[in-house]
């Protein structure tokens, strides 16, 4: 599975989310199911159809985008891990974004470096990379997981 598609199916949720239905507040949404009691949500999408909005992402990351009131938070990251075997630990760089809603424009973005020595993605999983653990909210405050580096609250 290559890092663009992972991009792509992340982009997607998020500009699926964006315009309809509820919160969505953690991986797979309300009581982890999946499922949405939200009426009138899309059921096909395409490059065109059902878009609200597109956004360049620093890089690649799978992790499940976020909705919490008018703000969708995805995680990425950058510099090392995109290649196997290519570039240093010391470049990896994790970010956690976060978007308008209805516009897609970026609010903020906080990025975090590594702590070393980090795991070494190799074999089976590896594709999931250096973003793959989902943000989660109660509604007040953000909660993100970037292995090494611990839980990080906002």
């Not at 949404?29 to 956004?55: F, H, M, Q, R, Y």
């Not at 008018?70 to 891990?81: D, E, K, P």
């Amino acid at each position: 599975m290559s890092v663009r598609f992972l991009q792509c199916v992340a982009l997607t949720v998020v500009l699926s989310t964006a315009s309809f239905g509820g919160e969505w507040t953690q991986f797979r949404g309300p009581g982890g199911l999946g499922v949405s009691d939200d009426k009138g949500t899309p059921v096909k999408w395409s490059s065109n159809e059902n878009i609200a909005w597109k956004v360049n992402l620093p890089g690649p990351g799978s992790s499940s985008p976020i909705v919490v009131g008018n703000r969708v938070y995805l995680t990425c990251y950058s510099g090392y891990g995109i290649e196997p075997s290519k570039g240093e630990q010391k470049e990896l760089v994790r970010y956690l974004n976060c978007f308008d809603r209805a516009t897609g424009m970026e609010l903020w973005s906080k990025s975090f470096e590594p702590k070393l020595p980090e795991h070494q993605y190799q074999g089976e999983g590896s594709y999931h990379g250096y973003a793959a653990s989902t943000p989660v909210s109660d509604g007040e405050r953000l909660y993100v997981f970037f292995r090494e580096i611990g839980c990080v609250l906002f």
